[in-house]
């Protein structure tokens, strides 16, 4: 494996409106012949939006130049921790366009939308098997709308128990949606410390856990990649306080099959449909969030909920103590093929897509825990953190550079400086779908990147050399914010010429 | 199986690679008593062409805008999605990259959602677009959340009944975590008047009106965000990026924050998604705003470049005190709204909407029904029919048209109140027939 | 361009890495070496509002970074009577001089006897040390 020579050449990309031109134009749409009203002159557009004017060849070629300067799973290896960058499978994008998907309008009469509906329903059986907890919403729109919604379920729950409860209590190894959600619930936040194990630290817990708090939010495994051994108890603690345990979903890839959080003793689960049910990241979303909840917590779910009734399916609104609704209609339904397909292309082979996973994670592990440090010393489940502290001590080379280096060997780099317990963290998710030999580019590119840690520092902090671009200004990108294209730049760099 | 690589000997090696014999005891961790021993239950596995199959009769059982002439709207337009969007949609590159976290592996995406912010920045009047929001209705409380820590010592928000209902039902379920208290004003003859706005906004956070409105009409948009501003609110405006090559952006008659729905501008109705929401604020507003923001910038040899940037408001940094939790957005959809936008250009959104406002106008004066009310419309026009409009929409429709909206499933009241939306897919000749049905069916 | 490390004798010290410098009945009030070099370089900083009172131990601004965020923690209570204009227009300041041009507020101080239970030169850098 050996990096991409420097100096490979990547053409300019001008923006689309520096392709601009006035009066080309692209979409002739259809126009009729009828007069058009006046809108009040208070009402009316006084100056044309400055959209862009090209012709269609135009706007391909900007498109596909904006492709090429893009890397995705499709193009290599994407190790991005707690992100299960998984292969997304074609036939998908074929399914989600069928017209009888694509062109369905969402306020369809129900008895017009069965196959919809029904896709919808046999998608939350699967996930209610899944989690092992029997009542699921797939309205909420990602991950981060699951949290929430779970926290305002936990809410609606005590409340109607006329009970007041508080506090959440996340870990702090915790991704940073946790205690964004449970600030946007209007919960206070306490955290709990995580052991020399990378379990939850019992003792420190149980001096936390008492009759305000509401519940735990945990990802399980952790985003240490490792399973906490003492989940029980965990779980004891909490019901003993009659508070509930919420089961953030990002890591559910390490389990499927093989333990549901439902058995572990969470009472609310979100599932990310985008991570461990194959819908594709799209360059930042969309994504799925469903939720899935004990029978005591149904009552308080998001309508409309997809329910059946003998042979038919429909959308049911009538559930007084409802949270409400968190999305628009019943959910980003395209996703919802993607992920139903998925699932049904393994079946009750899912499991192997964990033990993949896991065995993927292991490998790659046990082949780079020499020369990185691992923090924890436990087998880990699909993913795991290694830290550049080695190399920054001797050699003052960072987890940063590392990451940079390794795009010049053709590779996106894991998660960096996070979980934030760890110093120069590097946090490796390979995923199921990876064959073994890109596995093994990666351990050689990093073993590498080691090396040349300790021979030539000077080329990593050069890296990368072979992007469209070399690191960034990001100081100057927050200190003097540009966030959209300036017209007025470009009518005086015109006017001087 | 599946998508899956490995082979058996790819399994004994790793197996001796990591020092253990078999993939169970990889999950030892596992305590015995959370372990799942039976198969998952679950129906079996189907092969790419039998998966086909299924799923094509799934969707065969579906009743699509192709199917029947349609006329419904309510917030999910049937406008022309352009086969540009499939450039953007098919790469594999946009289709498969996540979070463009390290920039210079994804200069594509970034810079494409640094065009799309201007876009959007251009279409509503506003400094500052975030890189998409999970839907128009979410995006509204959202923008509550920004009004929420903009004006802090007010704990109120007034809503125009006349707003979308989901938008408004999404507001009224975050509210209570904000902290909260949600208020609405009814509308007059189908639109919002100004002075009860005046009189409930007095300790309003913000105030949230909708242009045009979910009745079809258009609102007194100005008017109504002067009486926020004068109220000491800000004044959000919910509109249709449709509609904006004809009617006036809220920046330039004072709105604070504008949002909306992205679907009807490149992604298809798809069952209600997924699709984009939109926020777009004045730069006041900067560093409130919530979601992903791309900024320009250069790197280490001068060349421009661009950066997810003012991170600090995220979660991933910020954590609790962070403008919002959202992490995946929907940034392909928001791409596709780009190329659409794009491949329309200032003259052919200008022309989508007269189509609309003549088509619009065509249908109020050839449908025999009486008007439901007097305000001017954009692409949506309320009837008023002789009986239940859900009856009038099952008749229709088994003349093979879908005639539109039955307003009383939100609004007390509306039983009696039909919505019809146009859009340039639709012709003369279909609104004819619309017509010719609806004389027929409400007799 | 950052300074070197360093920790004035004249000052004291908050174990969230502030400091104060005590003059009469008012203090100016900063963030340490150690603080600025963990956050890099400053782009942004929110004061609070002059008259504004604040409280030892308790949020009082916030200094960002491009990758950081931190709560500027009050080493004593009292009422502000000054911010440095120099240090929200240009925040790498704090960086260049944390104990001088890169000061933070100024503060008329409510109770005196706070400062004995704040550290001293020595005792921060061992503090420092053990981080």
Redesign the interface.
């Known amino acids: 494996m050996s990096a991409v020579e420097p100096g490979r050449a990547w053409p300019d ?1 001008p ?3 520096e392709r601009s031109r006035p009066g ?9 012949d ?4 006046e ?2 002159e ?5 100056s ?7 012709s ?1 060849p135009e ?2 070629r ?14 290599g290896f ?1 190790p ?1 921790g707690s ?1 299960t ?5 074609r ?1 998908h ?4 366009g ?12 129900d008895e ?5 509906l ?2 919808m329903w046999r998608l939350q ?2 996930l209610a ?2 989690a ?1 907890l029997p009542a699921v919403t797939l309205q909420p ?5 699951g ?2 919604t779970g ?2 379920l936990m ?1 609606a729950y005590f409340a109607d128990r006329g009970e007041e409860r508080d506090t959440i209590i996340t870990a702090d190894t915790a ?3 946790n ?8 919960y206070k ?1 306490e955290r709990v410390e995580t052991d020399a194990r990378g379990n939850l630290d019992l003792d420190d817990l149980r001096g936390k856990v008492n009759e305000r708090t509401a519940g735990l939010m945990l990802t399980n495994p952790s985003t240490l990649g ?2 906490d ?1 003492g ?2 108890e965990v779980a004891k603690i909490f019901h003993d306080a009659g508070a509930l345990l919420y089961y953030d979903g990002a890591n559910l890839n390490a ?6 959080p439902g ?3 969470f009472d609310i689960v979100h599932y ?1 449909l ?1 991570k461990t049910f194959s819908q ?9 969030g469903p939720v899935a909840v004990r029978d005591r917590i149904a009552p308080f779910l ?1 309508v409309p909920r997809v329910v059946r009734d003998g042979d038919a399916f429909r959308l049911d609104h009538d559930h007084p103590k409802t ?13 919802f ?1 993607r992920s ?2 998925f ?11 964990s ?2 996973a ?3 994670a ?2 790659v ?3 780079l825990k020499d020369v990185y440090e691992l923090p924890y010393d ?2 880990c ?1 699909h993913e795991f953190v290694l830290s550049a502290r080695n190399l920054k001590r001797q050699h003052g080379i960072t987890a940063l550079d590392v ?2 280096r390794l ?1 010049d060997y053709g590779i ?2 894991p ?1 960096i400086y ?1 979980p934030l317990v760890v110093p120069e963290a590097l946090m490796i998710e390979p995923t ?5 030999e890109r596995l093994d580019d990666f351990v050689d590119a990093m073993r590498r990147i080691a090396e040349e840690a300790e021979s030539s520092p000077e080329t990593l902090k050069e890296a ?1 050399r072979a ?8 100081v ?3 200190k003097h ?5 300036d017209f007025g730049e470009r009518q005086r760099a015109e006017a001087k010429a | ?6 082979t058996d000997a ?2 004994e ?3 001796a ?4 014999s078999t ?1 169970d ?7 015995p ?4 021993d039976r ?10 062409a039998e ?2 199959r ?13 199917a029947e002439l ?1 006329f ?1 709207g ?3 337009y ?1 406008h ?1 999605v ?1 086969s ?1 969007v499939d ?23 970034l ?5 799309y ?3 959007i ?3 509503t009047g506003m ?3 975030n ?2 929001g ?5 995006v509204a409380a959202d923008a509550v ?1 920004v009004a929420k820590h903009a004006v802090p010592d007010r704990a109120k928000v007034v809503l125009a009944e006349t707003v979308n209902p ?1 938008v408004r ?2 507001v ?3 509210a ?4 909260l208290e949600v208020v609405e004003v009814a509308h007059t003859n189908g639109v919002t008047d100004p002075d009860r706005i005046a009189e409930v906004a007095g300790d309003a956070a913000a105030v949230l009106i909708q242009q045009p409105n979910f009745l079809g009409a ?1 609102e ?3 008017d109504l965000v002067e009486a926020a501003n004068g109220a000491g609110a800000l004044p959000i405006v919910h509109v249709d990026p449709i509609s ?6 809220p920046g ?1 008659y004072g709105a604070a924050i504008a949002i909306g ?1 992205g679907q009807g501008a490149g992604n ?8 984009y929401g939109f926020l777009a604020a004045r730069s006041d507003y ?2 409130r705003m919530p979601g ?10 001068g ?1 421009r ?1 661009f ?1 997810l ?4 408001r ?9 403008t ?10 928001a ?1 596709a709204g ?2 659409t ?12 909407g ?2 609309c ?3 619009a ?2 249908a109020r004066e050839r449908i025999s029904l009486e008007l439901a009310f007097d305000a ?1 419309a954009f692409k949506e026009i309320a009837f008023r029919t002789p009986r239940p409009a859900r009856e009038v ?2 008749r229709a ?1 088994e003349h093979g048209v ?1 005639p539109g ?1 039955a307003l009383g499933r939100d609004y007390e009241g509306m039983d009696d109140i039909l919505l019809v939306a146009v859009t ?2 639709r ?2 000749e279909d609104v004819d027939r619309l017509a010719d049905v609806l004389e027929e069916v409400c007799r | 361009m950052a300074a070197a490390e360093s920790y004035p004798e004249d000052l004291r010290y908050h174990p969230d890495h502030d400091w104060a410098r005590i003059d009469g009945e008012e203090a100016t009030l900063g963030i340490t070496w150690f603080a600025q070099d963990s956050l890099g370089e400053l782009v ?1 900083f929110e004061p609070a509002e002059v008259g504004a009172t604040i409280a030892k131990d308790a949020a009082a601004g916030e200094v ?6 931190s709560d500027v923690i009050a080493p004593l209570s009292g009422e502000v009577v000054e911010v440095n204009q120099k240090a929200v227009e240009a925040p790498e300041i704090v960086n260049e001089d944390p104990y001088g041009e890169g000061w933070l507020m100024r503060i008329r101080i409510s109770d005196p006897s706070e400062a004995d239970s704040l550290m001293d030169a020595a005792g921060y850098r061992a503090h420092v040390e053990s981080q």
Not at chain 1, 112 to 116: D, I, L, T, Y
Not at chain 1, 280 to 288: A, L, V
Not at chain 2, 134 to 138: E, L
Request: some cysteine.
């Open positions: 990309a923006l689309v409106f080309r134009r692209a979409g002739r749409p259809p126009r009729t009828l007069p058009v009203p809108i009040p208070a009402l009316a557009r006084s044309p939006p400055r959209l862009p004017e090209l269609e706007l391909v900007h498109f596909t130049a904006l492709a090429d300067r893009t890397f995705g799973v499709d193009t994407y991005l992100c960058m998984k292969h997304n499978p036939v994008e074929r399914l989600a069928l017209p009888g998907f694509r062109d369905l309008h969402p306020h369809q009469e017009s939308a069965q196959g919809a029904e896709l059986e699967m098997e899944i092992g729109a990602a991950g981060s709308q949290e929430l926290l305002m809410r991704h940073g949606t205690p964004a959600s449970v600030t946007m619930a209007g936040l490792l399973f051994e989940i029980e389990v499927v099959g093989i333990s549901r058995d572990m003793g990310n985008h594709p990241h799209g360059g930042g979303g969309p994504g799925g998001p949270i409400g609704r968190v999305r628009g209609f019943a959910g980003p339904f395209g996703v093929v139903y397909a699932m049904r292309a393994y079946g009750p082979a899912l499991r192997e897509t033990e993949v896991v065995l993927n292991n490998y592990l046990a082949r436990r087998l489940m990451a940079k795009m996106h780099p998660t996070f199921e779908t990876e064959p073994k990368p992007r469209p671009v070399r690191r960034l200004d990001e100057r990108a927050a914010p540009v966030v959209r294209y | 199986m599946g998508y899956l690589s490995i790819d399994r090696e790793m197996l690679a990591i020092g253990v993939v005891e990889l999950f030892e961790q596992v305590p008593g959370v372990r799942f198969e998952l239950d679950v129906p079996q596995a189907l092969g790419e998966l086909v299924h799923i094509e009769e799934l969707a065969s059982r579906n009743v699509h805008t192709g349609s419904l309510a917030g999910i049937d022309y352009p540009v450039v953007v949609l098919s790469r594999g590159e946009f289709l498969t990259a996540y979070t463009p976290y390290q920039p210079e592996m994804s200069q594509g995406v810079q494409a959602i640094f065009e912010q201007t876009v920045c251009e279409l400094d500052v677009s890189a998409s999970y839907d128009g209705a979410t959340f989901q039902q999404v009224k379920t975050y209570p975590g904000f902290g258009l007194p948009g100005p904006l090559g004809v009617l006036e952006s330039a729905e298809w109705p798809s069952y209600g998604g997924p699709h900067i560093r992903r923001i791309v900024g320009e910038t250069v790197d280490a040899d060349r470049a950066v940037t003012l991170q600090t995220e979660q991933h940094i910020r954590r609790e005190k962070a919002s939790n959202i992490t995946t957005n929907q940034t392909l959809l791409l780009l190329a936008l794009s491949w329309l250009g200032p003259q052919g959104l200008r022309e989508v007269e189509t406002l003549a088509l106008q065509y001017p929409i099952r429709r879908h909206y340039e897919k012709t003369v | 942004h960002e970074s491009v990758k950081a965020v």
